[in-house]
């Protein structure tokens, strides 16, 4: 069965440094991949989507993921951390042709300043 | 564009009763699928509904129910609700097509008490 991993339950940067959130998957072909923000109370927005081709991906709000079929990754990145982007973030994944999203368990994004 | 509504936004209910939900897609959106977030199971999938038609079903028991109107509105139904039952309820929709972007509405709270 398919399943997203993502490591890091918390993490805490620094406002104005880089950020990478990490996300391992396991499925059986590459698959599509996002990556969602969640602000508390809120629904969940699209940063950025991988469905083929180049594999350094941009987001919108400065975000960029990184596909790596060798490791089954695709990390999300910030090279400047503002403090308005803290919030829950979700990486997904979904079968090719399908609307079924599987989300990793998150990461919370804390930025102290 | 307006963006993906979701009604009501809160809801409290008594465990053995049931309880409906609507969700209205973005114009145009033809695919709306259902998902229930808690602290200790996460995202998880519900249902799929296309053209009226539920086209992917999560693993989640028979007392979860849906269906889809002409007007791609849906609703979603919880029966005989347990304690258990209490999680945001979030509705995405999308465009038939290869690339099945989803857009997330705000969803909806359920408290079981």
């Known amino acids: 069965a398919q399943s997203v991993t993502q490591p890091d339950i918390h993490i805490t940067v620094s406002e104005g440094a880089s950020l990478e959130l990490r996300c391992n998957y396991s499925y059986g072909a590459t698959p599509y991949l996002f990556w969602y923000v969640q602000s508390p109370g809120q629904g969940l927005q699209l940063l950025l989507k991988?469905?083929?081709?180049?594999?350094l991906v941009q987001g919108i709000k400065g975000f960029e993921a990184e596909f790596k079929r060798s490791q089954s990754s695709f990390n999300l990145r910030k090279p400047s951390v503002h403090w308005s982007d803290a919030a829950e973030y979700f990486c997904?994944?979904?079968?090719?042709?399908?609307?079924?999203?599987?989300f990793g368990a998150g990461t919370i994004l804390r930025v102290k300043s | 564009k307006a963006g993906v509504t979701q009604t009501p936004r809160y809801l409290i209910k008594t465990r053995g009763q049931q309880v409906t939900l609507s969700c209205s897609p973005i114009s145009g959106h033809r695919s709306v699928s259902w998902y229930q977030q808690t602290p200790g199971q996460g995202l998880q999938f519900l249902f799929e509904?296309?053209?009226?038609?539920?086209?992917n079903k999560g693993n989640f028991p028979g007392r979860f129910s849906g269906r889809q109107f002409s007007n791609s509105r849906s609703e979603m139904n919880v029966s005989t609700l347990e304690l258990g039952d209490s999680a945001l309820y979030l509705c995405a929709s999308s465009l038939e097509q290869a690339y099945n972007e989803q857009f997330f509405g705000p969803g909806t709270r359920l408290t079981v008490l």
């Open positions: 997904a994944v979904a079968p090719i042709g399908g609307n079924k999203l599987v």
């Open positions: 509904y296309f053209s009226e038609t539920q086209r």
């Open positions: 991988y469905f083929s081709g180049d594999t």
